[in-house]
Structures are given as C-alpha cells and as structure tokens.
C-alpha cells in the first residue's frame, strides 16, 4: 500500500499542479498512522516543487523516521527547500542524501541543521561535493560541533582535502557524540591526518574512524586507529563501571529496604505496646467508674440510714419503752455502720494504693519505652549516615582508581609508542649513514682505480708516442717538428685535464667530508633528543610510582577504616576488600611492567651507547681512511710531477739528439760550406 502510495504521489507531483501536490500531502497526512515510519523515494529525481511539498510535509509531519533521498539529483533550490523544511521536524532519526551533488548552499543547510536539530541520529551524504568549497564546509563543521545528538556520519567521496580535515578536527573537539566517522575516498593527506589525531588524542567518542582511500601514511593510520581502539577500551571500561556501580546501588537499596524494614517493624512493636498500654489505661478507668458507682450506692444506703436513724428517734421520743431496746439496737446498728466505713475506707485506700501503683508501673513503662525508641531512632540514623559515607567513600575509591589505571594504561602505550619509533628512527639513521660510507668509500676507490688506469694507460701511450717520433724523426726534420709540435700540445691538453680531475675529485671528497660531518651532527642531535625522552620517561615513571604510593597508602587507611564496621556489612566489605586486592594486584603487575619499561630504557641506553661507540669508531676509521686517501693523492701527484720531469728531460734528451744527429748528417749546414 506505501509503495502505490509512493508511486501515485510522484505522479502526480511530476504530471499535476499543486493542486494535486496539496491533495496528495492531505492523502499522506491521513494515511501516515497505518503505514511504516520510513519514506523511501531513493533513485527517483524530485524538482523544486516536488522539494517544497516534501518540505511542508516533514514540517507538519511527526511521524516518519527515516527519509532516503539518495540518487534524486536534487537542484540547488531544492536542496535549499528541502533541508529549511527539515529544520523544524523532531521525529527524523536517519537521514540519506547520498549522490546528490550537494555543493556550497547544501554544505551551509546541513550545517544549520545539525546546530539547530535535537533528534538526528545518522546522516549519509556520500558521493557529494562537500569539501570543494572550504568556507561553507567549514560552516558544516561548525554546525557539527554544535551538535550533541549525531552518532554517525557518512562522508566518503566528498573531496575533502587537508583544510576540510582540519575543520572537521576542530568539530570533532567540541562535539561529544559523534561514534562513527567514514571519511573513505577522500584527499585528506599527511595533514589531514595529523590533524584527525591530535583532535582524536582529545576527543573521548569517537570509535571507528575510517580513513581508506585517503593518500595518507601507514603510521597515521596505525596512530587513528590506537586512538580510536583506546577510546572503545574506555567506553567499555565506562560501561563496565557503570555496570558496577549500578549493582553496588542496588545492594545498597536492599540494605536501606532491610533497614526500613526493621525500623517499620520496631515501630510496629512500639504501636503495639501503646494500643495496650491504651488497653489498660481504659481497663483501669472502667474499674475507677465501677468503684465510684459502688460509692455512690453506699452513700445513698448511708442516706437512706440516716433517715431511719431520724425516724427511730422520731419514735424513741414518742414511745420511751421502745427507746431502750432500740438504743441497744441503735448502738449495734451504729458499731456496724462504724465497721462498715472502716471497712470500706480500708479497701478504698488499698485500691487507691493499687491505681497508684499501676499508674507508676506505666509511666515507667511508658518512659523505658520512649528511652527505648530515642536509642533506635539514634541507632537507625548512624547506620544510615555509616552507609552514605561508606558508600562514598567506595565510590570515590572506585573512581580514583580507575581514572589512575587509565592514566597509567595511556601513558603506558604512549611511552611504547615513543620508544619504539625512537628505536626505528635510530637504527634507519645509522643503516642510511653506514651504506652512505660505504657507497662513499666504494665510490673513492672507484675513482682513484680509474684514475690510476687511465694514468697508465696514458703513460704508454705517451711511451708509444715517443717511439714513433723518435722513429719518424730519423726519417725527416718536418715530421719530427710538426710531431714535436703536437706532443708539446698534446702534454699541455693532457697536464690540464688532470688538473681539472685532480681538483674535481678534491671538490668531490670535500663535499663528501662536510656531508659526513652534517650527518654525525645530525646523528648526535638525534641521541641528545633520545636522551631527553628517556629523562622525561623517567620522570613519568618517578612521578607513576609516587602516585601508587600515595594510592597504596590511601588504600591501606581505606582498609583500616573499612575493618572497624559492624557484623551486618561483612560480605559487602569481602566484596570490596578483594575488588581492592585485584586492583592492587593490577597496580603491582603494572608497576612490574614499568620495571620491565625501566629494564628496557637501561637497555636501550646501553645499546645507544654501544651504537655511539661504534659510529664513533666507523667515523674515526673513516677519517683514517680519508687520510690514508690523501697520502695516496699526494704520491700519486708526486709520481706524475715526477713522470713530467722524466718526460721533460727525455724530450730535452730527444732534442739534443735530434740536434746532434742533424749537425751530423751530411745534409747539415757544415756539409753544405764545406762543399
């Protein structure tokens, strides 16, 4: 049924006018309670006005949660209208631009949108033109530190180059949402990179980083994805403390429901004894009421006594006989009546001092019990105080140490890292300066062997030269003039090209000197900055070892303080004691660790040393080398002077003779006077 929706919709949306659009956006407010809550219109290509009918939609409509858009080649203006339209929805939790083309104006809307919505969840916008346009993507990165709800973000095939990089690793230090990021297929670059994880080294959400596809080095990416692994590490630990924390909450609130319980039913027992002492308090007073009506009843009987006492005087005075008799039975009627109040004086007394002494017994009563609910009340309130600081003080036990295990965890790692490209930097600079000496050296003898063959080479040339102009000044003046001629130029050509060489190679080994000197500086400028890390290493691990001290001490005051409890929180105490005897195992096991780093940084010493030694001795047996070199250059040019001398003197030797020989032949000028 949503599919012929859909279909009718778009339509008439491409066929009708507005009028169609207004009734099928009527038709979508009325059918949207029964259909699902995604509208899907992927692959199908929307117009302006299509745009703002969707627009005015997702305005009105609280309903849909999920909007694909992906592959519509929206235009400009109508990604404008779009995006204003989803600016006042609250329902819209996913959201797929993909394939749009989405150029500046776009970039600027998605940034305004994620400043100013509270419900999106996941926004998909590959295959667009984010990054072409720096300024507006840079409003895009503001909108998206602004943002506190986006989880994902999908921006692969954007041509985001390293300033989009660096934008986004501002947004990614304020924003505190963001978990998964997909820059894929990007230009993001060295840059780029380095700028993802300094921003990543502060940011604590992140925890997949893709970065495939981006030109950048293998190391940056190892580096993200640390990054992005100890930010899941502290997620989880995050989540396991919470776990934690949750159930200590809830034993804590059986022990408070326990608590309530024994008071509720103190004050029940105190209810009760109240109902009866309320019991014997009405007993005594319907026995009070019982003897004042008995009271009554004899007060009457003495009444109605009195009243015969008068009528038998009446009687006595008017019959005197009768007085007689009658005094005697008037004398034992008032001896009766005279025991009879003693008698009933007697038990009123007694049961006066009865009501006295039951009232007694219940106003002590009633004191021990009120004496007895004040020690409770006091009792149930130091319990209640003893549990809230010892729950805090678990809590901030627990909280200590694990933002110290984090601590040491990441200080750890970064240590590793440290040493461990230190290491490499060392060994690749030392390999590069030892094959250079030796390219170097293997270059020298090459050259000096050269130099050595082409010397002999040319020196029997010069010997075969010598033949044939001895031979072929035998034969005749002009040939041994012109090759006279020819030799004299041909030493001056030979004498300057070995000039040149000799000063060429000088040069050469000079500038290889200098380079071998701004290598060894190099190379000691690398152990001095190895030298100061190992001190700050040091430093940390004097400063970590300070701070479990103090923690220790702390937990040893904690486990006093924590042994003086009462009997009823026993087990909760074991529970904590032994989470603090495995964190302390932990702390022991990292401290062992940070001996075995300690172990590793003497070594590591120990070994730069050794490498020192051995640069040192290569460097010293190089300049021995280039002195022995030297030793050879200067034979070597006292041998040619030496050749040149030789030659010089064989040719004044070769003239002298060639002079003689034509002073003495019969062609001569003494042979022609003669004639």
């Not at 940034?111 to 507006?136: D, F, H, I, P, Q």
């Not at 209810?271 to 005594?284: F, L």
């Not at 009633?366 to 678990?394: A, F, P, Y």
């Not at 060429?504 to 900055?529: A, D, F, I, P, Y």
């Amino acid at each position: 049924m949503m599919e012929d929706f859909r279909r009718t919709y778009l339509r008439l949306c491409q066929e009708g006018g507005v009028e169609a659009q207004e009734s099928v956006l009527a038709q979508l407010q009325d059918v949207r309670a029964v259909q699902s809550s995604r509208l899907d219109l992927s692959g199908q290509s929307l117009s302006a006005d299509t745009c703002s009918v969707l627009a005015r939609a997702l305005q009105k409509d609280a309903f849909f949660t999920e909007v694909l858009l992906s592959d519509c080649m929206l235009s400009e203006e109508g990604a404008k209208i779009l995006l204003t339209g989803l600016f006042a929805n609250k329902t819209v939790k996913f959201l797929d631009l993909k394939g749009n083309n989405l150029r500046s104006t776009g970039a600027e809307l998605l940034g305004k949108l994620l400043a100013c919505n509270k419900t999106l969840r996941r926004l998909v916008l590959e295959w667009n033109a984010l990054g072409s346009w720096e300024e507006a993507f840079s409003l895009f990165c503001e909108g998206l530190a602004s943002n506190n709800m986006l989880t994902q973000l999908d921006l692969r095939n954007n041509q985001i180059n390293h300033h989009g990089a660096s934008e986004l690793a501002g947004a990614l230090r304020c924003n505190g949402t963001l978990e998964e990021l997909d820059l894929r297929w990007n230009n993001i670059g060295l840059l780029g990179g380095r700028s993802l994880l300094e921003a990543l080294r502060t940011n604590r959400s992140v925890v997949q980083l893709e970065m495939a596809g981006n030109n950048t080095p293998s190391d940056v990416l190892k580096a993200l994805e640390q990054t992005t692994g100890h930010n899941s590490d502290r997620q989880s630990t995050l989540r396991e403390n919470c776990s934690r924390t949750h159930v200590l909450s809830r034993e804590i609130q059986t022990l408070k429901e326990e608590k309530g319980r024994q008071f509720l039913g103190l004050m029940e027992t105190i209810d009760r004894q109240r109902e009866e002492m309320g019991r014997s308090s009405r007993s005594t007073s319907i026995q009070i009421c019982q003897l004042q009506e008995a009271l009554n009843e004899r007060k009457s009987a003495v009444n109605s006594l009195t009243a015969k006492l008068q009528m038998t005087e009446a009687a006595i005075a008017l019959s005197e006989q009768k007085n007689q008799s009658m005094g005697e039975l008037l004398s034992r009627v008032r001896a009766e009546k005279e025991e009879q109040k003693e008698h009933q004086s007697r038990v009123r007394k007694k049961e006066a001092e009865d009501c006295a002494l039951r009232e007694e017994k219940l106003l002590r009563e009633i004191q021990n019990l009120t004496e007895n609910n004040g020690q409770l009340r006091n009792k149930v309130e130091e319990m209640e105080r003893r549990c809230k600081s010892q729950q805090q003080q678990v809590f901030e036990l627990k909280q200590e140490l694990t933002n110290s295990t984090a601590e040491l965890k990441i200080r750890l790692a970064q240590a590793e890292d440290r040493l461990e490209t230190e290491k490499r930097r060392s060994k690749q600079a030392l390999e590069d300066i030892e094959s250079l000496h030796q390219k170097e050296m293997e270059h020298v003898n090459r050259q000096s062997e050269e130099t050595e063959r082409a010397l002999q080479d040319r020196i029997f040339k010069l010997e075969g030269q010598r033949i044939q102009l001895e031979e072929e000044l035998s034969k005749t003046k002009a040939a041994c003039v012109t090759e006279r001629a020819q030799a004299e130029e041909d030493l001056g050509r030979v004498k300057a090209q070995v000039r040149m060489e000799e000063q060429e190679r000088v040069s050469s080994l000079e500038e290889k000197l200098r380079s071998v000197r701004s290598s060894l500086q190099e190379t000691q400028l690398h152990c001095s900055q190895q030298k100061l890390s190992i001190s700050e290493l040091q430093a940390n691990n004097s400063q970590q070892s300070i701070e479990t001290g103090g923690l220790r001490r702390r937990i040893e005051e904690l486990q006093q303080e924590l042994s003086g409890k009462e009997q009823e929180k026993v087990a909760e105490v074991s529970r904590v004691k032994v989470e603090l005897q495995e964190q302390i195992a932990h702390f022991q096991a990292e401290r062992t660790a940070q001996g075995g780093l300690k172990a590793k940084i003497s070594a590591l010493e120990r070994e730069m040393k050794v490498l020192s030694s051995n640069h040192r001795e290569v460097l010293l047996d190089k300049e021995s080398e280039m002195s022995s070199m030297l030793e050879k250059l200067r034979l070597k040019e006292a041998e040619i002077q030496r050749i040149r001398e030789d030659e010089a003197h064989r040719a004044s030797y070769l003239q002298s003779a060639i002079l003689t020989y034509v002073q003495g032949s019969p062609f001569g000028p003494h042979s022609s006077s003669k004639k």
